[in-house]
């Protein structure tokens, strides 16, 4: 008799647990039929485990991945192994609200899953447990640190004061644009171009509203090319442009466009209008060229070209 009442009370004492951990408990039998629906899992879906007793699983929750985790279930079945999913491979099984008073971050419980097999007398495995845990503290904070790598890593390549590519940034673009051409053979023209005469901008209008020249020409930039093309500022007043698919009369003539929106551009800074202009230099690749920084010196001598033959004009480079 005292056998007997040990086991009862083990017995009460291994649902006790089952029922009280903070994971969610799930026995199922080798037709998916709901054995066991421990009191994590009633409070969650809100679902009373009685009303689940001996029902199956995909039927009762037709918006489980049936297919998916049909194949886990079974491999576990089968090869008598475990079984693990992880929220970064399915953000959850059972979508569960996420309740979570302190942070509240997320709508959704993010769950990590480990299925188990138990076996009978017979040492055959007659039933699987799916363990379901709360992951939503865990994978918030790796999206929170994923997104400030992500944010530092966009902040390393971006100049802060125009959201163009930095100079090292757009280096590193035009470096593999070169490196492409060989193996694509399509055009590309690179057009420089700088602000004239902006250090008399920064003298008479001060600092500051240099700066929202800046910030406006580097906005025409942007309104201009297409979004395939690749801009940077390359320091300074001057700037930088990869056109792609692009060859020299064709950067001519984006060239031309943007100049003529610059000079048709009136900055309006505390209360002062500022009126300036743009020199632009064009030079497009050739399988001539020894390296990017070649391309790079010929776009930059047309430049020179045009701020020599009287600024606010756009020259091609022509090889000597």
């Not at 990590?112 to 799916?130: A, D, Q, R």
Request: net charge negative; with cysteine.
């Amino acid at each position: 008799m005292s056998s007997l009442n040990d086991d009862i009370s083990e017995m009460h004492l291994l649902l006790g647990i089952i029922h009280n951990v903070d994971v969610g408990l799930v026995v199922l039998d080798r037709d998916y039929r709901i054995k066991i629906w421990n009191h994590f899992m009633w409070n969650h879906s809100g679902i009373n485990p009685f009303t689940l007793t001996d029902k199956n699983l995909f039927e009762e929750f037709p918006e489980l991945p049936v297919k998916w985790l049909e194949k886990k279930l079974d491999t576990v079945f089968l090869l008598n192994n475990r079984a693990f999913s992880s929220w970064q491979q399915r953000p959850y099984i059972v979508r569960f609200n996420s309740y979570n008073p302190i942070t509240g971050r997320s709508d959704t419980m993010f769950q990590n899953m480990t299925i188990f097999p138990l076996t009978g007398i017979s040492g055959e495995v007659e039933h699987v447990c799916l363990m379901l845990y709360d992951a939503t503290d865990a994978a918030l904070d790796e999206q929170a640190l994923q997104s400030a790598n992500e944010e530092l890593d966009r902040l390393g390549r971006t100049d802060g004061l125009t959201g163009l590519y930095n100079r090292r940034a757009w280096e590193h673009h035009l470096e593999n644009e070169f490196k492409r051409f060989p193996r694509s053979g399509k055009p590309r023209t690179l057009v420089m171009f700088d602000i004239d005469h902006f250090k008399k901008v920064n003298d008479t209008y001060g600092h500051q509203a240099g700066d929202e020249v800046i910030r406006i020409t580097s906005a025409l930039l942007q309104e201009t090319k297409r979004e395939i093309d690749i801009a940077g500022r390359y320091g300074g007043e001057e700037f930088c442009v990869i056109l792609l698919d692009t060859d020299c009369q064709g950067g001519r003539i984006f060239a031309e466009r943007l100049r003529q929106a610059v000079e048709a551009t009136r900055v309006n800074y505390d209360g002062q209008e500022i009126r300036f202009r743009i020199s632009l230099g064009v030079a497009e690749i050739r399988a001539d060229l020894a390296n990017h920084s070649v391309w790079l010196e010929q776009a930059d001598k047309a430049l020179y070209q045009s701020k020599e033959g009287g600024r606010n004009r756009t020259t091609l480079y022509t090889p000597e």
